[in-house]
């Protein structure tokens, strides 16, 4: 399957041209959900205070992780612009998500609840994965104090955007171990019209503009069936799921002897992915605004014959794969490549459990 | 000069030139004067194109690059006063001014291509501080400081990341296991992307013999 690659520039400006004559449906019963966060309604515009740039932040988590949604998007990264369409919905504190692109693949990423589902026709393959329950509402890397340190978030203006109005909130890194944002957060639901991802020079690397969003107070579970047809796809699932604490007393821990400044590791978990039977320790470390993954797997004969080290990029993300002692380290991340490959190289084995790291 | 060279100059400029034969390269620089005025016209070439993009060259590294060409005799000696007589402004003056941007092209390029590689090597340098909560060590606080980001790290920028442009089934694994933890804008992104990637060609990744399928 091949896909023509336009100028980016024509198709960056077609994109914004579209994104400027669609409109941002809001449902009015919408507005009154009782999981939307303060500010929602004129009355409350008016009475509420200004926000700070890391409460705006929050307010967009928070409404994209707690509203109802159904919006196309565009999403530009390497010159090559395609047109995808996500719905998410909350309901009875169950999340339910579906991501499809809309041209090119075909590929589609469904998840309810704790069951994440990936369709890849270009495969005719489907991958499916069982997350532990609890962490179907895991907490996402949260903006504090510390992270000032290493980001300088601030307000820099409002603009009208898809006739709304937005407050423009830049969060820039201090240094080149992170990217940035830029984002076009709507005043009255906090959800972000479009978002800039720039490295430390403020060059922009990948950019989602919505071209229609709309925010039902119901949507329907049909919404969330794959469109593609699987016959005759391979399905990979996740094996029996690994105890999280082995029978045995761990005598050592994977871990990481240095990080970049301000990572901190925020989640230790053991798990099974699809198609494997191996139990992978999964590591996450963050600053508060990007997050990266190290998964530690035991060398297979497969992972002897690979290269010692390699790398790929997902859009802006960037995996960075290394053999230490017999393992295979994997890093991926929302960061440089070279952020993932020094986390990756300093993953070793140490004897004892760091106190005071979140097991899961 | 000969179409090799030429070639060679134009990867080198792009980038593209195994890092031996671009030291290789870089020594007959800074003594052939009919290579380093080639080398000048590429740079005023790739200095317009860059500035169509709208990409600048990284200001402190511009001040290294030219600190490092005044201190290198080879580079620099003729790049100052003796070489730019003040005889009033010459049709000529933009090319040697040209070949003084070229040179400090030429060194910002040698020294990104040094760098890239031992980038990890660079950090691990720095990375001394003993870490409290996750057993880990961080930089310390001095190095955080945006004035010195540029001392020795520079982020690969998108197109020299060696993209793997078929994800591959495990690469979904770890994007989908990941995307679990990432704050929700940035998990939207690498979904997305990943949604977007090349499409795999037909039968480029055939599955492991011990993965388990099933047919629903």
Known sequence: MSRARPNSGALLGLTLAWACTAALAEDAAGQAQATVPAATTPAQKKTSPALTP?????????????????????????????????????????????????????REFIRSGANLACYLPDRRTVLVEQRPPQESLVGF???????????????VGRMRLNRRDTHVITVSPRDEYRYGYRLWIDASTAMPLKTQLCDAHGRIIEQVVFASLALPVRIADASFRPEVSTLGFRWLRTGTAAPLAPAAPATSAWNALRLPPGFRMSVRSAQVLPGSNQPVDHLVFTDGVASVSVFVETQT??????????SAAVGSSSAFSTVVDGHKITAVGEVPLATVQFIATQVKAQDLVPAGVPQR | MNEELDSQLSAMFDDQLPPAECELLARRLSRDEQLKARWGRYAVMGAVIRAERGVRLNAPLAGRVSAVLLAEPALGAQSLAGALPRRGLRWWQPVVAGALAAGV?????????????????????????????SGASVIPASARERGGRADSYVVPPSPA???????????????VAHSMFSSPVARRNLLSAFMTSEPAAAGAEEPPDDVKSAAQ
Do not use: C, K
Request: no cysteine.
């Open chain 1, 54 to 106: 890391a409460q705006w932040l929050e307010r967009m988590n928070h409404a994209l992780t707690t509203r109802n949604y159904d919006g196309t998007f565009s999403h530009w990264h390497g010159g090559h612009v395609e047109m995808l369409r996500i719905i998410h919905r909350v309901q009875d504190g169950n999340v339910s998500e579906r991501l499809v692109s809309l041209d090119g693949s075909g």
């Open chain 2, 105 to 133: 092209a030429a060194v910002s390029i040698l020294w990104l291509r040094a760098e890239a590689p031992s980038s990890v090597a660079s950090l691990s340098a720095r990375l001394t501080t003993p870490a409290a909560a």
């Open chain 1, 301 to 310: 004969a497969a992972v002897a014959q690979a290269p010692r080290a390699q």
């Open chain 1, 141 to 155: 890397p949260a903006v504090d104090d510390q992270t000032a340190s290493f980001y300088d978030i601030r307000e």
């Open chain 2, 161 to 175: 990341v060696p993209a793997v442009v078929v994800p591959s089934t495990e690469l979904a694994n770890y994007v």
